[in-house]
């Protein structure tokens, strides 16, 4: 069964940079949720869309902004990297009304 | 806010043995349960959900989990456990629809001795 993509697996950026991270939900998905996991932490929720609209909104830095579009990929974009933002950055997606399914997810390292 | 609380961090086992690992959250109403299950370097692998009806909730490779609200608590157990369950257990609370805007706890990481 098709499962969500995430791209790349693996990022490295220095300090100040810009990063953008991909999600690709499983088909017919329409919800998609973000997830960041620094080293030896819980998931934490960033942020989600649901038919291209936010639809809930986390502890999401001011630096960061995302959009879902209309083929319902999303996208996160980190502007300004500091160390700190070095994480595992988790994507999910679900039909409104039913659980969530994780992406394998992708390591960000800001050095 | 919801909060949730797994306060074992680490818990090792003997392969065969039977296992629980606790979780406890705080919610305001009646709230929807997880426990996900990551690998060192992988994604969340969904064990188990609770949304409502039966409180004991049957989930894939063998785990079970219990709804008690008294108690607060949605522990997660599995009567024998293998070896390749080594792994790092999430309990989850959720909000929002079908409560996938989640609050995750701390972790329990398992170890499972030969």
């Known amino acids: 069964a098709a499962g969500v993509i995430q791209s790349p697996r693996h990022l490295i950026k220095e300090k100040r940079e810009t990063a953008t991270l991909k999600c690709y939900p499983i088909p017919r998905h329409d919800t998609v949720y973000w997830y960041q996991q620094g080293p030896g932490q819980d998931p934490q929720f960033l942020i989600s869309?649901?038919?291209?609209?936010?639809?809930d909104k986390g502890s999401i830095p001011d630096r960061f902004s995302a959009q879902q579009f209309s083929d319902y990929h999303s996208e996160l974009n980190m502007s300004s990297l500091e160390l700190g933002d070095s994480a595992l950055y988790f994507c999910a997606s679900s039909l409104v009304s039913t659980e969530a399914f994780f992406g394998q997810g992708t390591r960000l390292t800001v050095v | 806010a919801q909060s949730v609380t797994q306060p074992d961090i680490h818990i090792t086992v003997s392969e065969g043995a039977s296992l629980e690992l606790r979780c406890n959250y705080s919610?305001?109403?009646?709230?929807?349960l997880f426990w996900y299950v990551q690998s060192p370097g992988q994604g969340l692998q969904l064990l188990l959900k609770?949304?409502?009806?039966?409180?004991l909730v049957q989930g894939i490779k063998g785990f079970e989990a219990e709804f008690k609200r008294s108690q607060s608590s949605f522990n997660l157990r599995k009567p024998s456990v293998h070896w390749s369950d080594a792994a790092e257990y999430f309990c989850?609370?959720?909000?929002?629809?079908?409560?996938?805007?989640?609050?995750f706890g701390g972790g329990t990481r398992l170890m499972v001795k030969p």
């Open positions: 609770y949304f409502s009806g039966d409180t």
């Open positions: 919610y305001g109403a009646t709230p929807y």
């Open positions: 989850a609370v959720g909000a929002g629809n079908a409560g996938n805007m989640l609050t």
């Open positions: 869309f649901y038919e291209k609209m936010q639809s």
